[in-house]
């Protein structure tokens, strides 16, 4: 079904080193179309097939039931209105299955057709079988002729059948008639040729232009089907933008129909450009110096592309994503399953500024659920990186219990049991969901207004900026929640301790001393996230199989990559932060501040223990962020609201047509899924466009 309806398949983008690496390990898998082969459909059971003929069959002949016109048209396929339909346009679309021409079809003819739908080339046997009126296998061109008169484009536009093409397929007495292989070439030809003859009729005084005007109608009439609406909507912008103004050339004509036909190629183009990446942009030097080597494109064509991509962003350059509001016969995805959908607004542009705050408190909700999730999958090794920054060399003789992490870990299960790996984890959840929600809140709050003020762009340093916006912001819920799971968490060291609890820790602070440690604290957290979130941004775009889609593992080890530098990388200021609000036991260095503690430690311990913990903090954040991230995105595709402002990425899959255009009727079932695609597809293709209504 990849060409149902003249759709390519998508080309593979170049993978960069890393991706390869995981694809080949397995992690990560390139998908065609989710859980659907390549060309062709499944047929239908036999006996599934005849109980939706007979809940649809009304004529019943000696005890056999048989579809009326109406019944199938109409009823089944819904292909035509129920009241005032056109009989003469039921009549053709009924021929397709009625070969006996009996005005009626019988479950044998209505199989038949089933099969001939699950075929690669249906859409071509489909037509054939429309001009095929007498059944015999061939189309004169009476027949032809036939059909196409009846077709709303001849009605707007005659053809002139006394032209050489048509002699040429049917001869020059038009008496030869053409069998299934050649009249699916002549179809094809047929079609292009029309656009030439539309043209030249518009062109009344034979100057090798037409207006704008008659390009808008000859694009709509005749090559609808290269149209997605933001096209349509700017044709005759379009038309203005070329070399000559208010007039369209031949030339540019052509240029603009052959771009629209073949942009799984300027996809191709664009990928080798970029290396596989779809989030660069391009220039139009770039775009031509990649496109040498695909002599089929044109210097025209390419400058037809930056007109159009133009008149949608005005930048100057083309990205991947303009291509899905330029190819025609797109199919989009969605993959998951919804367990809701709502639509807040009509439309972006009815967004309101109370939509924008109830999408705030929906990702905050979101973000409160994922950050407990991640927090919860990895306190464990939280605990052993706190025990681990808080152990002391130099001051306290004794005092070394743990060798590495790993012996610590040990310790904690030998000593303090299994649940002493989730000591002050409650406190942690109680702060993590307020925290984390925030800081992807803010992230995305900050991402949204500085995309709108770069026309639709982020650029690298506009993500590092709304990552900062994000870490800062986290700093009044991360601290006190810091400093209570510290105190908590190095409490189990000393068993013949007062037992120690979260309300406890906090009465002994005060609310001011549930900030101490807060100028570590932000020096650790607003780093973190401007490495973090753009690097979780390419890294996701980089990971998304060749239909743009990003599977739950994708998003997983993206999460967990990215979060490997930027735990790593702030490593000294979490060490800083650790030492200032634990609390010092007898003979320990105590410090007054930041620079204080900085400088004691260094004095006292060298430069290496500013990396105390940095494994086990890597080991804890990368996997934290991780779930925390695949949790946020998957909650935002299951409980899907749409306020009308930006959408994740990754969550709609750039489909073939057979898979993307399947019928939802239970009873579509085999090649009845395709049905109604394939006559869609038959009329605007083709132009075979009939009238649904009498008049």
């Known amino acids: 079904m990849a060409n149902l309806l003249g759709v390519t398949p998508m080309p593979e983008p170049k993978m960069g080193p890393l991706r390869s690496l995981l694809a080949a390990s397995g992690l990560l898998k390139t998908a065609t179309c989710q859980g659907m082969a390549p060309g062709y459909i499944k047929r239908a059971d036999t006996q599934k097939l005849q109980t939706v003929f007979e809940k649809y069959a009304s004529l019943e002949i000696e005890g ?7 019944d199938f048209v109409i009823k089944y396929l819904e292909l035509l209105p129920v009241a005032n339909f056109n009989k003469e346009s039921l009549h053709l679309l009924c021929g397709v299955l009625d070969q006996s021409k009996e005005g009626r079809i019988s479950f044998a ?19 054939f079988q429309l001009f095929d009126t007498d059944g015999n296998g061939t189309v004169s061109f009476d027949e032809f002729l036939g059909i196409l008169s009846k077709t709303t ?15 040429l397929y049917f001869g020059k007495d038009k008496d030869r008639k053409i069998t299934y292989s050649e009249f699916s070439q002549f179809l094809h030809d047929f079609h292009e040729e029309y656009a030439s003859v539309a043209f030249k009729a518009m062109d009344k005084e034979g100057s090798g232009f037409i207006s704008s005007a008659d390009f808008e109608e000859i694009m709509s009439s005749v090559k609808s089907h290269l149209l997605t609406p933001s096209i349509q909507a700017n044709l005759r912008a379009a038309a203005q933008g070329g070399p000559n103004g208010q007039s369209v050339s031949y030339a540019y004509f052509i240029a603009f129909i052959s771009l629209l036909s073949n942009m799984e190629l300027i996809k191709k183009v664009y990928l080798n450009a970029t290396n596989g990446s779809r989030t660069v942009e391009i220039t139009k030097e770039e775009f031509l110096y990649s496109a040498q080597m695909m002599s089929q494109i044109t210097p025209l064509e390419i400058d037809v592309l ?4 133009d008149l949608l962003h005005q930048t100057g350059k083309v990205m991947y994503s303009d291509f ?10 969605q993959v998951t399953r919804r367990i809701t959908e709502i639509k807040a607004v009509a439309n972006p542009e009815e967004r309101s500024n109370f939509m924008a705050v109830l999408e705030s408190l929906y990702r905050f909700s979101l973000g409160a659920v994922a950050g407990a999730c991640g927090a919860t999958a990895v306190y ?7 025990r681990m920054q808080n152990q002391r060399t130099g001051s306290y003789i004794g005092e070394l219990m743990y060798r590495n992490s790993f012996d610590c870990f040990k310790k904690v299960v030998r000593h303090e049991g299994f649940t002493g790996l989730y000591r002050g984890l409650v406190p942690q959840l109680l702060g993590v969901a307020p925290e984390k929600a925030i800081k992807l809140t803010m992230n995305d709050l900050a991402r949204d207004k500085l995309r709108h003020l770069n026309d639709g762009n982020l650029p690298v340093w506009a993500e590092m900026i709304a990552g900062g916006c994000g870490g800062a912001s986290q700093v009044m819920f991360t601290n006190p929640l810091e400093i209570v799971k510290i105190r908590l968490q190095v409490a189990g060291e000393i068993t013949s301790g007062a037992r120690v609890s979260a309300w406890g820790v906090v009465k002994e602070l005060g609310f001011f001393g549930l900030y101490k440690g807060s100028r570590a604290c932000f020096m650790r957290d607003v780093p973190f996230s401007m490495i973090y979130f753009p690097s979780y941004a390419h890294l996701k775009a980089e990971f998304a199989d060749e239909n743009g889609y990003n599977s739950p593992l994708s998003l997983l080890t993206a999460g967990a990559i990215a979060g490997m530098p930027a735990a790593s990388l702030v490593t000294p200021a979490d060490v800083i932060k650790t030492r200032l609000q634990v609390v010092a036991r007898a003979g320990q260095t105590t410090y007054t501040g930041t620079l204080d503690a900085a400088r004691k430690i260094y004095a006292e311990e060298g430069f290496m223990a500013f990396w105390k913990g940095a494994v086990a903090r890597m080991c804890r954040s990368s996997p934290q962020f991780g779930v925390t991230l695949v949790t946020y995105e998957l909650l935002q595709r299951y409980f899907f609201i749409d306020f009308g402002g930006s959408k994740p990425t990754g969550q709609m899959s750039e489909a073939t047509a057979g898979a993307a255009i399947k019928s939802d009727n239970p009873d579509h079932v085999g090649g009845y899924q395709v049905a109604r695609p394939i006559f869609t597809g038959v009329e605007s293709k083709f132009g075979l466009l009939l009238p649904k209504f009498s008049h």
Request: glycine share 2%.
């Open 64 to 70: 056999v039931k048989f579809m009326t016109k109406e």
């Open 324 to 333: 899905q509001e330029i190819a025609p016969e797109q199919y989009m995805k």
């Open 306 to 309: 930056f007109v159009l991509c």
């Open 380 to 386: 464990p090794i939280d605990l052993v990186k706190t």
């Open 109 to 127: 003819e209505f199989q038949a057709f089933e099969g001939n739908l699950c075929a690669p080339d249906a859409l071509y046997k489909t037509a």
């Open 153 to 167: 484009l001849h009605q707007k536009i005659p053809f002139n059948y006394e032209c050489d093409f048509i002699k």
